[in-house]
């Protein structure tokens, strides 16, 4: 959700933006092969868009905090996670189900790993 939410953001300043911070944020966006995106390719910082970072800063602490409120550790965070991709696992008809363990297992948040 980190990541639509910060999206957004630049979707919306994007709309109102001047001709050249257009252009600044276009040449600062890093250039992608494939149409998934992780989370540690995220921009989250544009020089000289002070505005921009600013509103994506308070974007991230929002979240930030919303996540802190309703996951009292890292332990309760994980549960969630693991249980969303094991969810997520099991709607792909014809996943094996040593496969779907070997991937809960491979998760880097999971119990097992």
């Known amino acids: 959700m980190i990541q639509a939410r910060i999206q957004a953001v630049l979707q919306l300043y994007m709309m109102h933006a001047s001709d050249w911070e257009y252009s600044e944020v276009l040449r600062q966006l890093p250039t992608k092969t494939t149409s998934m ?3 540690f390719e995220l921009k989250t910082e544009f020089s000289n868009l002070a505005r921009l970072n600013s509103m994506i800063k308070t974007t991230l602490n929002e979240k930030k905090k919303a996540m802190r409120r309703k996951f009292h550790n890292t332990a309760a965070f994980a549960q969630m996670a693991r249980e ?7 709607r792909i008809e014809g996943l094996d189900e040593a496969v779907m363990e070997e991937l809960l297992h491979s998760y880097p948040l999971s119990a097992h790993g």
């Open 84 to 90: 969303r991709l094991q969810a997520d696992l099991e």
């Open 37 to 39: 995106g992780s989370w």
